[in-house]
């Protein structure tokens, strides 16, 4: 139990230093934590990742605004499309099959891993 408590702990630090650090990256990395390190079903761990990413995006915003590195015009541009995306999102998880979720994520994850390497 205390184990499985400090793993817990950790993988919120690691995730909350990635998300606050490149802007981005928390949920592709905790992702696969729950599910391999935390035995944490697919859907389940995707849903629970956005719900741990959502406060500390709150957070880094807060400090990313205060620090007047945001670009107004992109971001509220890109919000409206976001919330779209985000509920259309939240919508199909439960409709795509296990192994259907993991091969798009696990692929998504490599374009992106691509794309930053080259």
Known sequence: MKKNMLKVVFLGLLTGLTNGLFGSGGGTLLIPSMIFLLNMEDHKAHATAISIILPLTIVSTYIYFKSGIVSY???????????????????????????????????FMMIAAFRMVF
């Open 73 to 107: 015009n992109i971001t509220f541009r890109v919000v409206l499309g976001g919330v779209l995306g985000g509920y259309l999102g939240a919508k199909l998880l439960n409709r795509v099959p296990n192994f259907l979720l993991r091969k798009i994520f696990a692929i």
